[in-house]
């Protein structure tokens, strides 16, 4: 029986991977933070109690910032390959701490491949890097592939850039099998809710049912390519099963703006939104509702407003990726388009704003932040 161990196994895509490798008869090795609520969410539905036999799902506490605790993790798990997802991610965020990022980022893969070095386990041992598309930043060319420069524009990104590198280093310096998967946005209803994607399906939802109001957003110019995380994961744990390990770009090759993203989002709720405005002052406005699932919206309404607070020091504008060679050579293609996607997750966050709705209308409480 193969064993890994993920880093980030409480986020989106740790919470993925983890069913696709349990499903593959892996023992699956994770490592959550010390959190003063419950942070495994995602991953109760596969959670195992240490009190039963031969378990193959098993968390450890641990964090990418100290490396006593990875490295006697990884001493313990002796994992025959390691998915390092975690991270501060961001981007946002990243400018508020850059210096934190930066450690658990950047340090924290550095960490990682030194521990796997260090235990000796560098011919046993495979490496998966989570890169980003935010390597890209202030893109050189378009679409951006494997071999296009790179221009982070954030703390994040930069953190990730030397994540990249060092990732490629010890495959070239020691002969490790290690490798980076440059992954451009990907989604999911289990997409953390202060990502553009979730804020709006949840946001609109939420509108939907009555529960709030108003969504307030920053650049909604932004042009991303978005694929579906389970499609994403796939290609994580193809990654590491080849001869040798390289560098691949993945993503759907087809990019819209965080605009289109509302719209669709709207229509999925019954509602037609027409933008009125220009720059900070743009709006959203109902043109008209059909269907049952937005009673609290009506025509003329305004759902979305601009607050420059969600605007960033540096903005990464466009983003379209080539994964050209990650087809090629590995058959890979995202099965999941950006449409499809946005409906999945906009019926995913009506269900629970329905759900929530209810609690409210029969006289429960209930806690909606919108922040993020
Ligand atoms: P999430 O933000 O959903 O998950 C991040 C995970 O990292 C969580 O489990 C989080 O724990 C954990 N984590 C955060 N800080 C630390 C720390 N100091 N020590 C240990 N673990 C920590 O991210 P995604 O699942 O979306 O992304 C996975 C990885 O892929 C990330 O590295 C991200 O930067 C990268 N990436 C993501 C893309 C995307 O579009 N989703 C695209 C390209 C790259 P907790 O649950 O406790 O917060
Ligand atoms: P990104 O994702 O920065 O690409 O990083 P995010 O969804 O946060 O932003 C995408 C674009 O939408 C614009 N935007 C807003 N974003 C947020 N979060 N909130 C808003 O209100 C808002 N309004 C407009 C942003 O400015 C941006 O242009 C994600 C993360 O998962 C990274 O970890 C990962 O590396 C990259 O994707 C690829």
Redesign the pocket.
């Given at each position: 029986m193969k064993k890994a161990l993920i880093t980030g196994i409480t986020g989106?895509d740790g919470s993925y991977l983890a069913e696709l490798l349990l499903e593959k008869g892996y023992e699956v090795h994770g490592i959550k933070r010390r959190s003063s609520l419950f942070n495994t969410q995602r991953v109760d539905h596969i959670y195992q109690s240490p009190h039963v036999e031969h378990r193959n799902f098993i968390l450890h506490y641990g964090d990418l910032s100290d490396s006593s605790n990875l490295t006697r993790i990884i001493q313990q798990v002796q994992p025959d390959e390691v998915y390092n997802l975690g991270?501060q991610?961001?981007?946002?965020v990243s400018f508020e701490s850059p210096e934190y990022t930066a450690d658990v980022d950047a340090m924290g893969t550095l960490r990682l491949l030194e521990a796997i070095r260090l235990l000796g386990l560098e011919k046993k041992t495979r490496f998966y890097q989570?890169?980003?598309?935010?390597l890209y930043g202030l893109v050189q060319e378009t679409p951006q592939r494997e071999t296009t420069p790179f221009y982070p524009r954030?703390p994040?990104?930069v953190a990730?850039l030397y994540a990249y590198w060092i990732t490629v280093n010890y495959r070239e310096a020691y002969g490790m099998y290690t490798c980076n998967g440059i992954?451009?946005?990907?989604?999911s209803p289990r997409?953390?809710e202060?990502?553009?994607?979730?804020?709006?399906t949840r946001g609109l939802a939420n509108i939907a049912q009555g529960l709030d109001k108003c969504?307030?957003?920053?650049?909604?110019d932004?042009?991303?390519d978005w694929g579906h995380a389970k499609d994403y994961v796939y290609m994580q744990w193809l990654m590491l099963q080849q001869e040798q390990p390289e560098d691949f770009v993945i993503a759907t090759g087809l990019q819209y703006s965080?605009r289109q993203f509302i719209q669709w989002t709207a229509e999925e709720l019954g509602i037609q939104l027409r933008f009125a405005g220009e720059g900070v002052d743009e709006v959203a406005i109902v043109e008209s509702v059909s269907g049952e699932d937005a009673p609290a919206v009506k025509t003329g309404d305004i759902l979305l407003r601009?607050?420059p607070k969600?605007?960033?020091p540096a903005?990464?504008?466009t983003?379209l990726g080539d994964a050209s060679k990650a087809h090629a050579k590995l058959g890979w293609k995202a099965q999941i388009d950006t449409r499809t996607l946005c409906k999945e997750m906009a019926h995913h966050d009506l269900k629970e704003a329905k759900r929530q709705a209810f609690l409210k209308q029969n006289g429960f409480d209930c806690a909606m932040s919108t922040e993020?």
């Open positions: 989106q991270a991610s961001h981007v946002a989570a890169s980003t598309s935010e954030s994040y990104a990730k992954l451009f946005n990907h989604e997409r953390g202060t990502f553009v994607t979730r804020k709006i969504l307030y957003m920053g650049n909604i932004a042009l991303r965080v601009i607050d969600y605007f960033r903005e990464v504008e983003l993020g």
